[in-house]
């Protein structure tokens, strides 16, 4: 599990490093641009399951640190996903992770990313405009 500090007071917040790690490539996104947006996070159950509202901006001090030193792969389209909510009224939250697509150069069709590689098949994680 990772952790958020926020403020100057490190007000922390516990997350599942994968999902950390996509949060923190879509707020360093946004404040890079010197946006300021809301983040609504619910702490897991072993945290006391407590909801959090926190206002983002770059004057506010930030750290994320991780439970483990190994980084999942980024999911484009969840980035996407999250970086929708970001400019809804409710702010940036947490949002279900969509499966990768994977293509199968020499398939004709697509799989989606549960399924079995064909033997000999190399997947290749592409974006797929729908």
């Known amino acids: 599990m990772g952790i958020i500090y926020y403020g100057f007071d490190s007000h922390r917040v516990v997350i599942d490093d ?10 360093y996104s ?6 300021r947006f809301a983040l609504a996070l619910t702490a897991p ?9 926190l206002w983002m901006d770059s004057s506010i001090p ?4 991780y439970e483990s030193e190994f980084h ?5 389209d969840w980035l996407e996903a999250l ?13 279900d992770e ?8 020499s398939a004709t069709r697509v799989k989606k990313a549960d399924e ?15």
């Open 83 to 95: 970086s929708k909510t970001a400019t809804s009224l409710r702010g940036l939250r947490i949002v």
């Open 72 to 76: 999942a792969a980024i999911n484009r």
């Open 30 to 35: 946004k404040l890079r641009r010197n946006e």
């Open 62 to 65: 930030l750290r994320f640190e």
């Open 45 to 53: 159950d072993s945290e006391g399951g407590i909801a959090h509202s």
């Open 18 to 27: 994968r999902t950390l790690a996509h949060l923190e490539l879509v707020i």
């Open 98 to 105: 969509p499966a990768p697509i994977l293509i199968f150069p």
């Open 116 to 130: 079995a590689v064909p033997a000999g098949h190399a997947a290749v994680k592409e974006r797929v405009s729908a």
